[in-house]
């Protein structure tokens, strides 16, 4: 029989299949282009050049294995880990080595190797509401329960007196995530710092490390100018999950990496245990071939302009026609509130102007819909007369 703990995520998973299910048969009927698309984060740039270049290169060049054989170190290649190392103290002014990096099988991966490493069954982890609604099953993997911090919609900056409110004893981590999704928004200087203090005091307070989990796929993903400041400058027991799925196109790749910084507490064991962890959840390593082609792409970039574009596109769009929501500073999603209370019921009237949304339930935010401005431009501009005629039917209801 099928485990009684799988049981909810296979009735929530037939939400998502009737979504995919919807998808698939708009097109069928009405023409892919017709349809729009808004509930997938996968991204439509494709990947750089230089990464098919070098997967060609290090298949002809590189010994068959390095290419396909397990590693020596389930953390990773040395050498892979100390291009990451390096690169990451360039970008920061950081001075980690390869022993603070491990590689993983992206950043979910990352994050289970992180709750593993970090939290014991019984513990809490909390998250800013809204957010990735994987962190939850990752917790769950390991015995660990993730909370929400009720959001603050006026701004949905992490709201950090809730927080604040929320710590117990039993809380041993917060997941954070800038550039955020599903909002966009990115955590400043002053926010990392303030949420440093709280956790330094209430670590203090309990007799026990609160460890930052940062997950941050969209880093790179940044507009305006906009900074992501570097969160194991603000507080030692930070840890950063990073993953190469949107910043090279590269989400089918399985590839990302997590900082375990040398001033984290009982350093030596926890980078022994995230390495234990790395293979004992059966990734084993990180997938050999692509540790090696994103070693020679770390300097690439994907197309942040034609993101930019999508956003500024979308978002004037939408707003004109009426639609309330903040402009996004960065990753590639726009949080909008939705114009009935009902966010599904939303997103199923929606439907039927061939539009596919995300209710903002699944982020434990509802009232807001997300929309995976990741697609190509062509999309963003057909479906602004469908959104337009959605606007005109909620407003005769
Ligand atoms: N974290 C966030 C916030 C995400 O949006 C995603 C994917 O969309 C992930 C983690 C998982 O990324 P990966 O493909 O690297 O496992």
Known sequence: MTAKSMMPYVQGNSAIRAMFEEGARLAAEFGKENVYDFSLGNPSVPAPPEVNQAIKDIVDQEDTLLIHGYNQSNSGYEDVRSTVADHLNRLHGTSFTSDNIVMTVGAASGLNVAIKTFIDPGEEILAFAPYFVEYGKYAANHGAMLNAVPADTATFQPNLEELERMISPKTRAVIINSPNNPTGVIYSAETLTRLAEILKAKS?????????????????????????????????????????????SLPGERIGYLVIPSEIEDFENAKTAANIANRVLGYVNAPSLIQRVVARCIDCSTDVAAYDRNRTDLYEGLTSLGYECTKPEGAFYLFVKSPIDDDVEFCDIAKKYNILMVPGKSFACPGYVRLAYCVSHDTIINSLPAFAKLMDEIRSM
């Open 204 to 248: 203090e307070q309990f007799g026990a490390p609160i460890y930052i989990i940062s997950d941050e796929p969209y880093r790179e993903l940044a507009y305006d100018g906009a900074q992501v400041p570097y969160v194991t400058k603000f507080y030692d027991n930070a840890i950063v999950g990073y993953s190469w799925s949107k910043s090279l």
